[in-house]
């Protein structure tokens, strides 16, 4: 079965990171975005509620959705270990190595994204990082990487994941929220990523895309999810 995660890009408050977990259960969702820590270009942009989540974290554990959350530096780890069942390494931080070497000791799950200027080579040379250090339960995700055009926020490199796919054995999801920048291009573009071999995506989705508080414009509301849903499912 195509792996979907999903929910909003960061959690914002108690009632819409759980009426939003609530919706994506019934769907048979396992797995929902659960960011504490945004890495906002802007200091000025919403950084996310930060460790006052944490108790919003265990509530969606204890509704048996698994949480998936961002780490951003080394010091975090520890205070999210329990309240996170998949730790996720941003675009940002594919080559912040002591991050990488401090998840790899731990025995969750990541997601590893591509960083938006990496290569294919860096992607897979920071993942052995994280497996040098002990930990092999490694998803790669593609995001997109920039390039000249802007009709989409970034390229979502398709060809990346069907050399990953032909060439290791890495399980490979794709991003099709951050790549394409626009939520007209999502349905889309995870049906492309399923068909070049990914594995499954991570999406961000909303009850209200409109007014979600980060990236609102690539942000899919629940009526266009249940159509990815109808895709990648097939029910
Ligand atoms: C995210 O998935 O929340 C995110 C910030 O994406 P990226 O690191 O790919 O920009
Ligand atoms: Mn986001």
Known sequence: MVRIIAGSCAIENETQALVLAEKLKVRGITEMRAALFKPRTSPNDFQGIGYD??????????????????????????????????????????????????????????????????????????????????????????????????????????????????????EVI???SHSMGNRNFVRSAAKAAIAAGADGIIVEVHEEPDKALSDSKQTIGLETFDKVLEDLWKK
């Open 174 to 176: 794709a991003d099709p």
């Open 53 to 170: 989540g944490l108790p919003i974290l265990r509530e969606i554990q204890n509704m048996g959705l698994k949480t998936v959350t961002e780490v951003v530096g080394v010091r975090q780890i520890e205070k999210l270990y329990d309240y996170v069942d998949v730790f996720q390494i941003g675009a940002r931080n594919m080559q912040n190595f002591e991050l990488l070497k401090e998840v790899g000791s731990t025995n969750k799950p990541i997601i590893l994204k591509r960083g938006f200027a990496n290569t294919v080579y860096e992607l897979l040379m920071a993942a052995e990082y994280i497996k040098q250090s002990g930990n092999k339960d490694i998803t790669l995700c593609e995001r997109g990487i920039r390039s000249f055009d802007d009709v989409t926020r970034n390229v979502l490199d398709i060809g990346a994941i069907i050399y990953l796919k032909q060439n290791t054995d890495y």
